[in-house]
């Protein structure tokens, strides 16, 4: 069947029209009509944010650091009726900008292959075995950084109170725990994740890093494995 560039163009054309055009910056947001309820919702990342710990103290930016840039990425979850259900936002770091030896070293984590999962999920079926699923929200949030890295300010934090006559440009946030985007934030979440496994008894090989088992004294074992 023959289409014509025409046709293509006119059924893009609808489509872009019925959905909605997520913003790409604050800005945008401040313009719409729907401003106060992406407010809230940028004001409760911030708050989850400042939860975890992931941000250090607002200081004045040294000479010879180079913060690394953010942006926030805002989604809207609609229904079948195409109405919008919830608004979300996150506050993803800007990687490019991280220097390597600077602001991370090692990046690798490893991942569990297709093989190995079908292989465990055959093994509890075959064995009738009990398997249990979880989910880490924010799952990077929890790795702690290896590197000092240093973030602009994103705006809805505060600036020191000596700041009333100075640009935020000229200050930086200290970043505690990895953030999305950042290069080594799956391998923090890794190390902090296995190293717990490991404190609480658990083992795993070089060959297949993603697999912990423990035995207890009555020889049965249990494995944890990360997907």
Wanted: proline share 5%; aromatic share 10%.
């Amino acid at each position: 069947m023959f289409i014509n560039d025409a046709f293509t163009y006119s059924v893009a054309q609808e489509i872009i029209d019925d959905d909605e055009i997520e913003p790409c910056s604050v800005a945008e947001c401040q313009h719409g009509a729907d401003w106060p309820k992406w407010k809230d919702t940028i004001q409760a990342e911030l708050d989850s944010l400042s939860k975890r710990q992931v941000f250090g103290p607002v200081v004045p930016c040294l000479p010879n650091v180079k913060p690394v840039g953010h942006k926030w990425v805002f989604v809207q979850k609609c229904n079948e009726k195409n109405e919008v259900m919830l608004y979300k936002a996150r506050l993803v770091v800007q990687g490019f900008s991280q220097r390597l030896g600077i602001d991370h070293k090692e990046t690798y984590s490893p991942v569990m292959d297709v093989i190995t999962f079908c292989y465990l999920v055959s093994l509890v079926v075959s064995e009738k075995l009990n398997m249990q699923l979880m989910d880490v929200v924010t799952a990077y949030l929890y790795g702690d950084l290896d590197t000092e890295i240093y973030m602009k300010v994103p705006k809805g934090l505060s600036l020191p109170n000596s700041s009333d006559s100075k640009p935020r440009s000229v200050y930086a946030i200290r970043l505690r725990r990895s953030l999305y985007g950042l290069k080594q934030s799956g391998q923090m979440w890794y190390t902090r994740l296995s190293d717990y496994l490991i404190g609480k008894g658990y083992k795993n090989d070089d060959l297949c890093p993603c697999v912990f088992i423990k035995k207890n004294k009555f020889r049965i074992c249990n494995c944890s494995s990360l997907c």
